[in-house]
C-alpha cells in the first residue's frame, strides 16, 4: 500500500493542475445535481416492522384520509388569559377571535380551514358528545368525562387550545415566511393581553441553520494550526482541504434527497464529523510532509514518502470509521442509515482530498508551502541527537509507573461511567424543548391546563372486519373499556368509526407525559394484554400515534446495539490486525476504546439527562445517540491508535524495543496527536451552540470523548500497557501472520537512505531553521 499511495502522492504533485481540476469540476457536477433535483429533508423516525407502524398502516387501510403521525405539520397554538381571567371574558374573547381569523389567512393554511375561538368550540363539542351518549345509552358522567378529555379549553375556562395543520406533504415543507406570519399573528394577540405560544410539528422549519458552530470550530483550529507548523500557509492548507470536503459533502448529502429520505440533522452531522476528520487527516500527511523536508530537497519525493507514510495510516484510520458509519446500515433503521451513510461518504471524501487534492496544492505552492512563518523552532536534544520534546518526557514518565497510570484510568474512566445505569433513551419532543421556546412553553401550558397526558396520546386503531356485524359496536366498545381499565390511563373513547362500520379508532389519553417512564409502561402493557382482548372480542387491535411510534424506534435501537456493536468491532479488530501485526495491540484500542464510550455515556447522561451542575435542563437522552455515538467514537479511537501507534511499530520494525519504540511514537506523533485531538474537541465542542437538542447533545458527547479517548485512553492507557507487555505486544501466530496480507503501513519497501544511516529521527518540528529555510 505504501508503495502505491507513494506513487499517487508524486503523482498528483507533479500533475497538479489536473487534480485541482478534477476536484472542482466535481464539486461542481454534483452541485447541480443537488440544485435540479434535490427535495426537502424530513424528520420522519419511523421503522418498517415494528409495532407501531403496522398498527398505522392498518388505520390507514381503514380510514385512508389518516395522515402520517410523525410527519404531519400540524401545529397547535396555546391561548391563555391572564391569572385570575377566563377567555370568556369580552376583550380577550374578541382578542382570541381576531387570532383565529388571522391563522385562517396564514400561508400554506388548507383553503377551507375553518377554526373555531376554543370556548365556542368547547361548548359545541361538549353539547355534540352529550347528545351522542345519550342517544347510545352513555351513562352521563362518561359522557361528561370524554367531553373533557377532547376539550380544547381548561376545565377553569383561562386556557384553551387552537389546532390545526398546515396543506404541505410533509413538515419539511412549511416554509420559513410562514412561521413568520404565524409569529406576527402570536405577537399580534399578546399585545392584546393573552399569552399565546405554539408547538407541533409544523413548526419544524423554525430552526436557523447558521454557520457559527463551524466558525468557531475553524477558528480555533486555525490558532492551533499555526502554533503547530508556525506557518500562517501550512496552517491553512488542512482549513481549506477540509472545507472544501465537507463543502463536497454535503452538496452530495442534498443531491441525494432526490433518491432517498434524508433526515434535517443529517448534514450538520456529516458537516461536524467530515470537518473533523479532514483537518486531522490532512494535519498528519502534511506534518510528515515537513519532517521528510529534513532528509531531502526533493519536494517531490518528500511529498511521495509523506503519502506512502502517513497517507497509509490515514486509510487505515479512515477505513475504520467508514466501518463504524457504514454498519449502521447493519441495525435496518432507514434514519440512521441515511445519517451514518452521508457521514461515511463524507469521511471517505476526507480521506481522498487528503490523499490527493493536498499533494496538488503542495506541488501548486511548491517552496510556498510554509510561508508566512510566525515562529522558527529549535528544538532540544539528547546526547545521541535525537530530539527531546515533550511527548518524550512524558512517555519516559508514563514508563516509571505503568501500573499505577493504568489504574489509575481504569478507575477513573470507570466513576465516571457510573450516571449510565440510569440513562433514559426517548426522542426529543416539545415537552423537553429549551424552557426559553415557544414549543416549550406551549407544552407546560397544555400539562398545566390539562394534564400532561394531552400530550402524549396513544392511538387504537380497531379491525372489527372479522366481527358479526350486530356485535361490531359491542366489541369496539369492548376495547375502549379494556383501555380504560389500564393503570395510568385517564380517558379512553372511540373518537372515530369508518363508514363501514368496520373500523375504530379509540384514542387514549394517558395520565402522564411523553417523556416518562410511566407511558413507556402504559404502551407495554396495552401490546402484553393485546392477544387476549383480541381473542375476546374477534377484532385486530393495534396500538399507533407518535409516542408509540418513537418508543418502538427506542426499543429496536436498543435492540440492534449488541448486533451492531459486533459487526463494528469485529471487522475493525481484522483491520488493526492488518495494521499492527499483532493480536494484543487491537485488543488493548478496544479494551481502551469500550471505556471511554462508557465514560462520555455517563458524563452524557449527568450532564444533559440529570442536569447535574445546572449546565444544561434534564432530559432524557435522543435515543440514538448511544448506537451513533458508539459508531462514531470507535472510528475516532482507532484514528488516533493509528496515528500514534504506527510510528511505534515504524520504529519496532526498524530495530527498536518496544520500550524505545514507544518514547519515539511519542517524540515523533504526540504533538500532532495532540494537536489533532485539540482540533477535533473544538470542532465538536462548537456545535454545542446550535438550537437543536440532537445536535448539542451529540457535540458535548463527542467532544468529552475525544478529550477520554485521545488524552486519556490513547495518551495515557495505550503507552502504558505496552509497557507492560513488553516485546509479547507485537505476538502474532505464525500462521496467522502467514494468511494476513501485508499491507506494508510503515513503508518498508520505500527507499529512504536515511534510515540506513540510523537517523530515525522524525519530530514534526525537527526541521529547526532548516526546514524554514527551505520552505
Known amino acids: 500500500m505504501a508503495t502505491l499511495l507513494y506513487r499517487l502522492g508524486k503523482t498528483a504533485y507533479r500533475r497538479w493542475p489536473a487534480f485541482i481540476a478534477g476536484w472542482v469540476i466535481l464539486l461542481v457536477a454534483v452541485g447541480g445535481i443537488a440544485a435540479g433535483f434535490s427535495k426537502p429533508m424530513t424528520d420522519a423516525f419511523s421503522i ?11 388505520q390507514q387501510e381503514l380510514f385512508p384520509a389518516s395522515g402520517d403521525a410523525l410527519d404531519s405539520a400540524n401545529v ?26 388571522d391563522l385562517e389567512a396564514l400561508p400554506q393554511m388548507p383553503e377551507d380551514a375553518q377554526l373555531a375561538n376554543p370556548v365556542q368550540a368547547a361548548d359545541a363539542q361538549r353539547q355534540q358528545l352529550i347528545e351522542s351518549a345519550r342517544q347510545s345509552g352513555t351513562p352521563p358522567g362518561e359522557a361528561k368525562a370524554n367531553a373533557e378529555a377532547l376539550s380544547p ?82 496552517a491553512g492548507l488542512p482549513i481549506l482541504t477540509a472545507v472544501f470536503g465537507v463543502a463536497l459533502g454535503i452538496t452530495g448529502v442534498t443531491a441525494m434527497t432526490a433518491f432517498m429520505d434524508i433526515g434535517s440533522s443529517t448534514p450538520m452531522l456529516a458537516s461536524m464529523i467530515g470537518l473533523a476528520v479532514g483537518i486531522d487527516y490532512t494535519l498528519f500527511i502534511l506534518a510528515r510532509y515537513r519532517n521528510e523536508l529534513h532528509h531531502t530537497e526533493d519536494r517531490e519525493e518528500a511529498v511521495g514518502i509523506a503519502v506512502g507514510t502517513a497517507g497509509s495510516a490515514v486509510v487505515f484510520a479512515g477505513l475504520t470509521v467508514l466501518i463504524a458509519l457504514s454498519a449502521l446500515a447493519v441495525v435496518r433503521i432507514p434514519f440512521l442509515t441515511a445519517m451514518g451513510l452521508a457521514a461515511a461518504a463524507t469521511v471517505l471524501i476526507a480521506v481522498l482530498v487528503a490523499l490527493t487534492l493536498l499533494p496538488a496544492i503542495l506541488g501548486l505552492l511548491k517552496s510556498k508551502a510554509f510561508g508566512g512563518r510566525v515562529r522558527r523552532y529549535a528544538p532540544h536534544r539528547e546526547p545521541d541527537g535525537h530530539v527531546l520534546n515533550n511527548g518524550v518526557r512524558w512517555a519516559r514518565l508514563v514508563g516509571k509507573r505503568p501500573i499505577a497510570f493504568v489504574l489509575a484510568v481504569i478507575i477513573g474512566l470507570g466513576a465516571l461511567a457510573i450516571p449510565l445505569k440510569d440513562l433514559h433513551l426517548a426522542f426529543p419532543t416539545d415537552s423537553t424543548a429549551a424552557s426559553d421556546t415557544t414549543q416549550r412553553k406551549a407544552s407546560d401550558l397544555i400539562t398545566d391546563a390539562f ?19 350486530k356485535d361490531r359496536q359491542a366489541s369496539i366498545a369492548q376495547v375502549a373499556d379494556w383501555a380504560e381499565g389500564q393503570q395510568d390511563v385517564s380517558n379512553a373513547q372511540v373518537i372515530a368509526t369508518n363508514d363501514a362500520g368496520t373500523g375504530a379508532q379509540i384514542l387514549v389519553t394517558p395520565s402522564s407525559g411523553p417523556d416518562d417512564t410511566a407511558t413507556e409502561d402504559l404502551l407495554q402493557d396495552l401490546r ?63 479494551l481502551g476504546f469500550l471505556l471511554s464510550v462508557l465514560a462520555t455515556l455517563g458524563v452524557t447522561v449527568a450532564i444533559f439527562q440529570q442536569g447535574t451542575f445546572g449546565l444544561m435542563e434534564g432530559q432524557p437522552i435522543v435515543s440514538f445517540m448511544p448506537i451513533f455515538l458508539i459508531g462514531l467514537v470507535f472510528g475516532l479511537a482507532m484514528d488516533y491508535q493509528v496515528f500514534l501507534v504506527t510510528r511505534m511499530r515504524e520504529a519496532h520494525v526498524h530495530g527498536y524495543s518496544t520500550k524505545e519504540a514507544v518514547v519515539d511514537g511519542f517524540r515523533n506523533s504526540a504533538r500532532v496527536v495532540t494537536a489533532a485531538a485539540t482540533i ?96
Do not use: C
Not at 394531552?454 to 380497531?462: A, D
Not at 458535548?700 to 479517548?709: M, R, S, T
Open 48 to 58: 418498517p416492522g415494528i409495532p407501531s407502524e403496522k398498527a398505522a398502516d392498518l
Open 76 to 101: 397547535t397554538v396555546v391561548v391563555s388569559a391572564p391569572e385570575g381571567h377566563t377567555l370568556d371574558e369580552s376583550r380577550y374573547s374578541k382578542a382570541v377571535d381576531s387570532l383565529v381569523s
Open 153 to 234: 379549553l381548561s376545565s377553569d375556562r383561562q386556557v384553551g387550545t387552537i389546532s390545526f395543520e398546515f396543506d404541505v406533504d410533509t413538515s419539511a415543507d412549511v416554509a420559513a415566511s410562514t412561521i413568520d406570519d404565524l409569529t406576527a399573528a402570536m405577537d399580534q394577540a399578546r399585545d392584546a393581553g393573552l399569552t399565546v405560544e405554539a408547538n407541533g410539528q409544523g413548526l419544524s422549519g423554525d430552526v436557523e441553520a447558521g454557520g457559527s458552530s463551524e466558525l468557531i470550530g475553524i477558528a480555533v483550529a486555525l490558532v492551533v494550526l499555526v502554533l503547530t507548523f508556525g506557518s500562517l500557509v501550512a
Open 451 to 469: 394534564g400532561p397526558g394531552r400530550e402524549s396520546p396513544l392511538m387504537i386503531v380497531v379491525d372489527a372486519t372479522d366481527v358479526p356485524e
Open 528 to 590: 402484553d394484554e393485546q392477544a387476549g382482548i383480541e381473542s375476546d372480542t374477534g377484532t385486530v387491535i393495534g396500538v399507533t400515534g407518535q409516542t408509540a411510534i418513537q418508543t418502538d424506534v427506542s426499543e429496536r435501537l436498543a435492540d440492534a446495539l449488541p448486533i451492531y456493536l459486533a459487526v463494528v468491532i469485529g471487522l475493525a479488530f481484522l483491520l488493526l490486525m492488518l495494521v499492527f501485526r499483532s493480536i494484543l495491540v487491537p485488543l488493548t484500542a478496544t
Open 680 to 775: 477535533m474537541t473544538a470542532v465538536f465542542a462548537a456545535f454545542m451552540l446550535q438550537d437543536q437538542a440532537i445536535i448539542k447533545s451529540m457535540g458535548f458527547a463527542l467532544a468529552v470523548a475525544v478529550v477520554f479517548d485521545a488524552f486519556i485512553v490513547r495518551m495515557v492507557l495505550i503507552p502504558a500497557t505496552l509497557y507492560l507487555l513488553g516485546e509479547k505486544a507485537w505476538w502474532l501466530p505464525r500462521w496467522l501472520d502467514r494468511l494476513l496480507p501485508n499491507v506494508d503501513v510503515e513503508g518498508e519497501n520505500l527507499d529512504r537512505p536515511y534510515l540506513r544511516d540510523g537517523s530515525y529521527d522524525e519530530e514534526l518540528d525537527g526541521l529547526a531553521e532548516e526546514s524554514g529555510t527551505r520552505s
